[in-house]
């Protein structure tokens, strides 16, 4: 019986609203953000329903392999399942979908060009194939197919063009996935490192506070094991910090050693500094993706934070650069502890050295001072009591009393030049700074480029800095010749002893150097001592002069 051009544009009608209620379910999932696997079923068996086939397909292709993600089949028993991987390649619809980047058909086993091909289409009982591909961000994601089995029929004309209405959808859905996966990922990681940052913020202990950036990192990352690790110096060798691991994999215990293999992410990011990753092998971890991030402190290469995961897991693109904020609290929270130490030891010294200072006072007072004025109270007092009966005896008594007290006097001089030197006070620090060179047991240059008169507690800082140099290559240098340099630019006071000497000396050594540390410290400034063995010894000191009080 003929169609009528009526009846025929009716029933095309019908196909586009059918067509068009199909597409719209689909829609509303995807803006109702199901679940892929929810949407990969509904999907099928919207297609499988609109295009009349007894089977459909959603497909993931990784480059390598076709994974099914969603499947519907009108027959029974099922020939294909979700979660089923195929390799790639053939004259298949899938194959000839992926190669072309766009909709594709196979109308019969005829039209197919290879053995393989039509092998296949046998097996699976085809008699007529329709895809489309899935693009994500302009690359082939996947593949949709719809196929026929019950009957001899292809499909009708431009029904793959149709096809790729669905994988369109399909394609959106899987973008929004993403889209909530990364949100999602981004509000986990921020979230743990606020967390991270609170705990260093409040001045936790250091180990409260790596537990909780390697523990924190092992599940931002989804690592198997998390490690905070050290280079001490040992040829393929690290020490481990602190370490976090799953509780499916065996524990690292904090403390102990173990040996990247060369070319690993652990000795690379150790050796350049740079966050990096690689598959890497260990005998204590055997096969495993790493990334790893530096932990710089003060400019210094302490270690590194590395994540894990075993087997042929890999992390996601940019994972290693992400790990850097975790390391970088790490650091904070060890410099952090570092400060605090060095803060107590430094009350310390300061609460020694006084002490030291006025015990040296007292001494000096004692033996000095303070019994020549002993004696000239006893003078006085002798004095007094022979004024009537011999006023002869009593003028020299009191002429050696006055003789004691000028000696009394001057040690007091002098006492209180050892405190703040008179002429530093009066003259500032160039003669002063000459003064120094001229008693100094060596030939001693000093170049002096301050022509203006500096805040006072600078002054005498860097004074003090110059008096404990010269002590020093005098007693211990065994040095021929040194040099003195003071300059103030950029805002910035300087000095600079240097000497031919034996070297060897430290910062950390010797309770003088240690003090001026304290000293240059407490005005904002630094000091640094550089003596290699056998090359000399150059202690040089920078104090900012903004914001020192004048009359501090």
């Excluded at 979660?83 to 072309?100: H, K, L, M, N």
């Excluded at 961000?137 to 793959?160: C, K, L, N, Q, Y």
């Excluded at 899987?174 to 940052?197: G, K, M, P, Y």
């Excluded at 480029?449 to 805040?455: K, Q, V």
Aim: proline share 5%; glycine share 8%.
């Amino acid at each position: 019986m003929a169609v009528t051009p009526e009846e025929r544009s009716r029933v095309e009608l019908e196909r586009i609203a059918e067509q068009q209620a199909a597409l719209r379910r689909i829609a509303t999932l995807v803006a109702e953000g199901v679940t892929g696997d929810e949407l990969a079923a509904a999907v099928t068996t919207e297609i499988g329903a609109f295009f009349r086939s007894q089977r459909a397909n959603v497909l993931r292709w990784d480059g390598d392999t076709l994974r099914v993600i969603g499947e519907w089949n009108a027959e029974k028993p099922n020939q294909l399942e979700t979660g089923a991987v195929y390799s790639f390649g053939g004259d298949t619809i899938t194959a000839r979908v992926i190669e072309t980047g766009a909709p594709a058909r196979v109308n019969s086993a005829a039209d197919l060009r290879t053995a393989f091909g039509r092998r296949r289409w046998a097996e699976l009982g085809l008699q007529a194939s329709i895809g489309a591909p899935l693009v994500v961000g302009g690359e082939i994601w996947g593949v949709v197919t719809a196929s026929r089995t019950g009957f001899d029929d292809p499909f009708p004309p431009g029904a793959e063009d149709q096809l790729g209405d669905f994988a369109t959808l399909v394609a959106q859905a899987v973008v929004n996935a993403d889209v909530r996966l990364e949100t999602a990922q981004l509000i986990a990681e921020q979230s743990a490192l606020r967390r991270i940052a609170t705990l260093v913020a409040a001045g936790r202990p250091q180990h409260e506070v790596l537990a909780a950036v390697t523990s924190e990192a092992g599940a931002v990352f989804d690592a198997t094991s998390v490690t905070l690790i050290r280079w001490e110096g040992v040829q393929d060798e690290v020490k481990v910090v602190t370490a976090w691991t799953d509780p499916d994999s065996p524990p690292v215990a904090e403390g102990s050693l173990y040996h990247p293999n060369p070319g690993s992410a652990t000795l690379a990011v150790l050796e350049t500094g740079i966050a990096t990753r690689a598959r890497e092998w260990s005998p204590e971890r055997g096969t495993c993706s790493v990334i790893a991030a530096p932990v710089i402190i003060k400019g210094t290469l302490l270690g590194a934070l590395t994540a894990a995961q075993a087997g042929e897991e890999t992390f996601p693109a940019g994972a290693e650069i992400r790990l850097r904020s975790f390391a970088d609290l790490a650091a904070q929270s060890i410099t952090n502890e570092r400060a605090q130490a060095e803060l107590r030891a430094s009350r310390a010294r300061i609460v020694s050295a006084s002490d030291e200072t006025r015990r040296r006072l007292e001494r000096n007072l004692h033996d000095g001072a303070q019994q020549r004025l002993v004696s000239v109270s006893v003078a006085l007092r002798l004095a007094t009591s022979k004024l009537d009966a011999s006023p002869e005896d009593a003028r020299r008594i009191l002429e050696g009393a006055s003789e004691e007290l000028a000696h009394a006097l001057e040690e007091l001089r002098d006492l209180a030049r050892g405190l703040h030197p008179a002429l530093l006070v009066e003259r500032g620090l160039a003669p002063a700074l000459e003064a120094l060179a001229s008693r100094a047991p060596l030939p001693v240059t000093v170049t002096n480029e301050i022509a203006e008169r500096l805040p006072t507690p600078v002054e005498a800082a860097l004074y003090y800095v110059v008096a404990e140099a010269l002590t020093n290559v005098a007693k211990h240098a065994r040095a021929s010749v040194v040099s003195v340099n003071a300059s103030s630019a950029d805002g910035v006071a300087r000095v600079e002893v240097a000497d031919d000497g034996v070297g060897g000396a430290s910062v950390t050594t010797g309770s003088g150097i240690r003090g001026l540390v304290d000293r240059v410290e407490a005005l904002g400034g630094a000091l640094e001592v550089d003596s290699a063995p056998n090359a000399g010894t150059r202690v040089r000191a920078e104090i900012p002069l903004a914001g020192v009080d004048a009359d501090l």
